[in-house]
């Protein structure tokens, strides 16, 4: 099973907004509304951002926001902020092992 | 507070094996769905495999590079989960984290997203 692909790096300044794509198959994010987005920032475990799309658990900023079509998810981050600089993962179920699979990761950079 | 804390990695040589485990409190261990993910230096998150509930039938599912060489188990008296590695590779270097379900404020569980994440344990394997 391949990784799903993400640009590996975005960049915004404070303030703006930025979009984190995340592009499977059918087989995965285009089949189910399994996605998941992770937040990690250096040295630390990861941190769920956003669950079945889009949804937000609670504590997590309404300034992250998730929607998807086809067989691509995106992430949006808006009114950037420095604590936003981390790496980015999206997840989705695959039904071609029963199994998940992640993102290759995008590095977001606030200038 | 819920905590996952991970234990047991280490320095091992290719072929040897290696027993993970991930010691869980605040929560109903056996409740929940667990799982493992590594992530190698400088690389991305990796699923490595999952353990159901018993009352959702305890079974596994592994991904393909691991399948046939790790077994994930737990012990839910002890609110322990295990990953017991064998016929390790030198490609099996990372950081093994282990990980539960999102569960929402209802109490409803999301299997397909995971939320609460130990600090992870470094396995090397080299000669």
């Known amino acids: 099973q391949s990784a799903l692909t993400q640009p590996a790096s975005v960049s915004g300044s404070p303030g703006q907004s930025i979009t984190i794509s995340c592009t499977g198959t059918?087989?995965?994010?285009?089949?189910?509304?399994?996605v998941s987005w992770y937040q990690q920032h250096p040295g630390k475990a990861p941190k769920l951002m956003i669950y079945?799309?889009?949804n937000r658990p609670s504590g997590v900023s309404n300034r992250f926001s998730g929607s998807k079509s086809g067989n691509t998810a995106s992430l949006t981050i808006s009114g950037l902020q420095a604590e936003d600089e981390a790496d980015y993962y999206c997840s989705s179920y695959t039904s071609s092992s029963t199994s998940y699979v992640f993102g290759t990761g995008t590095k977001v950079t606030v200038l | 507070e819920v905590q996952l804390v991970e234990s047991g990695g280490g320095l091992v040589k290719p072929g040897g094996s290696l027993r993970l485990s991930c010691a869980a409190s605040?929560?109903?261990?056996?409740?929940?769905?667990m799982s493992w993910v590594r992530q190698a230096p400088g690389k991305g998150l990796e699923w490595v495999g999952r353990?159901?509930?018993?009352?959702?039938?305890?079974?596994?599912d592994y991904a393909a590079p691991v399948k046939g060489r790790f077994t994930i188990s737990r012990d839910d008296s002890k609110n322990t989960l295990y990953l017991q590695m064998n016929s390790l590779k030198t490609e099996d270097t990372a950081v093994y984290y282990c990980?539960?379900?999102?569960?929402?404020?209802?109490?409803?569980?999301?299997?397909?997203?995971?939320?609460?994440w130990g600090q992870g344990t470094m396995v090397t394997v080299s000669s």
């Open positions: 605040g929560f109903t261990f056996s409740n929940a769905w």
């Open positions: 990980t539960t379900d999102f569960v929402d404020s209802s109490g409803w569980s999301y299997h397909d997203a995971f939320d609460i």
């Open positions: 079945d799309v889009s």
């Open positions: 059918s087989s995965d994010v285009g089949g189910y509304n399994y």
């Open positions: 353990i159901k509930s018993k009352t959702d039938g305890g079974t596994t």
